[in-house]
């Protein structure tokens, strides 16, 4: 049974003690391990249920004062699962079809009993294979949710991102107003509400449509996206902590499947402490030694960082933590039992493991032990060029539709000494070129309707153009790089950009 005790609970009505205790000697002979909860009337019946909590019911069809189709009736309005076996001497053929039609299970008669074990059996087993098609279901309508909501994310991220985008330009545009001290600090500002604002849109973005692409994780992007999705979620009875030991560790993975699983071990911590506790999200860089690992998993001692997720619940009996990676094991009443499996999925896809520990009453601890790459001494920096953005007054097209972008993009170029030149469209762009020449370099949006950007490198080429292009794109939806015309040197940015990120790749693109 499905997140059940081991023994079967029967709830058996009947008012002849001899009968129950004859029905059961059936169920011993067969070797079921069972307790059993005997009652002759209603109001035992509905407190066994409540408290009780029946695998399944055996009920006499009369009783005095209560009958087995009264039995049936409320057990459908509690528990349309349950599986009802009527046990009988005067069920007709007739009574047995329309106890069936009314939600019977089977039906068994006093005089032939032989039949009872395997009947209990097999609707023990009908009863788990329903829960795990209902179980499947709800995923499949859970998955088709986030399916919309991708399609709806994916939507509004496009124009958000071009929201973002003046924030990141004019706050670094601003901030390079030294002499000022108060237009300085409102650059910052700016730029860290816009890059604040990019992080809160590519988490949602990227939790919804679910990506499974490699990337760099930062670990503090990873729990400042945790904190978000868990906002709301965390009751007033509850406080949630988190220590972050460096958030600019970094490992390759997936964003979103790590977001998955923190976010589904945290919920579980919360469920975990119906009358409050503490939630505590704890990180650390260990050393792991070859005996760390058990038999069953592959020896990879080295450098990993663990991400602990740490509740002062209830705990768990080891009865439950020995099957607590079993499919469609559950503990949670309408649980689906795969949430924990799939956790230990995505660690294990990064090449990591798991370990648990809980004890009742002490709460509960899930260490996640994720690789990192071994360190080297040319340690990351900022480029070498950070110190040189200035332009020599190379000419620049820019070509993007959207006017405010364009102006800042511009802008931002022309402080730096370069000369900008702007575009809104493919065709502006071509008659810029008839006018002033082959630029020195082009920057442009990948994202335009008018004239799209194939057609506008293509148009490019045929006017002579031989430099680089730098092209911005939407990270979520990357250019198709085959459908390009063929370019020597083209680099590709993700919206939205940043000053120096763009000055950066700008003077890489024209040394």
Not at 209 to 218: L, N, P, Y
Request: with cysteine; aromatic share 6%.
């Amino acid at each position: 049974m499905n997140g059940q005790a081991q023994k079967i609970r029967i709830l058996q009505v009947e008012d002849s003690p001899l009968d129950a205790e004859l029905l059961l000697t059936e169920l011993d002979h067969d070797g079921l391990d069972y307790e059993v909860h005997l009652v002759d009337d209603e109001k035992a019946y509905v407190d066994a249920l409540d408290t009780f909590r029946p695998d399944i019911v055996l009920s006499d069809l009369s009783v005095p004062g209560f009958g087995g189709e009264r039995a049936l009736e409320i057990l459908r309005l509690r528990g349309p699962d349950t599986p009802f076996i009527f046990v009988s001497a005067t069920l007709g053929e007739e009574a047995a079809i329309e106890a069936l039609r009314n939600g019977a299970t089977d039906y068994i008669l006093k005089q032939n009993p032989a039949r009872l074990a395997s009947a209990v059996r097999r609707a023990l087993r009908e009863a788990e294979e329903q829960r795990a098609r209902a179980r499947a279901e709800q995923e499949l309508i859970r998955a088709q949710r986030f399916e919309s909501l991708a399609l709806l994310a994916g939507g509004l991220s496009h124009d958000l991102r071009n929201l973002l985008q003046p924030l990141l330009l004019a706050g670094d545009t601003l901030e390079d107003y030294a002499d000022d001290p108060r237009l300085a600090r409102l650059g910052a500002l700016v730029r860290d509400c816009g890059r604040r604002g990019l992080e809160m849109v590519s988490s949602m973005l990227s939790f919804a449509r679910g990506a499974r692409r490699a990337e760099q994780v930062r670990l503090g992007a990873l729990l400042d996206a945790l904190k978000l999705l868990m906002q709301g979620s965390v009751p007033r009875n509850v406080r949630m902590e988190v220590d972050v030991f460096d958030p600019d560790v970094s490992f390759e993975g997936n964003h979103t499947e790590l977001q998955q699983c923190l976010l589904n071990l945290c919920l579980n911590a919360i469920q975990a402490m119906p009358d409050g506790g503490t939630l505590r999200i704890e990180t650390a860089q260990v050393n792991l030694a070859d005996d760390f690992f058990a038999d069953s998993e592959a020896v990879q001692a080295g450098r990993y960082l663990r991400l602990s997720v740490i509740d002062s619940g209830a705990g768990m009996p080891s009865a439950v933590l020995q099957r607590l990676f079993e499919p469609f094991f559950t503990t949670k009443e309408g649980g689906t039992g795969l949430g924990l499996l799939s956790c230990k999925r995505i660690v294990a896809s990064h090449g990591g493991l798991m370990r648990v520990r809980s004890r009742e009453g002490e709460g509960t601890q899930f260490h996640l032990y994720l690789p990192l790459a071994l360190e080297h001494d040319d340690a990351d920096g900022l480029p070498a060029m950070e110190s040189t953005l200035q332009g020599e007054a190379e000419r620049v097209l820019v070509v993007v539709e959207e006017a405010m972008q364009l102006s800042l993009l511009v802008d931002t170029l022309d402080a730096y000494g370069y000369q900008a030149g702007a575009s809104q469209s493919g065709t502006a762009a071509l008659q810029w070129i008839e006018a002033h020449g082959v630029p020195d370099l082009v920057v442009m949006d990948a994202d335009m309707n008018l004239f799209t950007g194939v057609r506008t490198l293509a148009a490019l080429l045929d006017h002579g153009y031989a430099g680089a292009v730098l092209l911005l794109a939407r990270p979520e939806s990357p250019p198709n790089l085959d459908e390009l015309p063929q370019l020597e040197r083209l680099y590709v940015l993700d919206k939205p950009i940043q000053s120096r990120a763009l000055l950066r790749k700008v003077r890489e693109a024209l040394g």
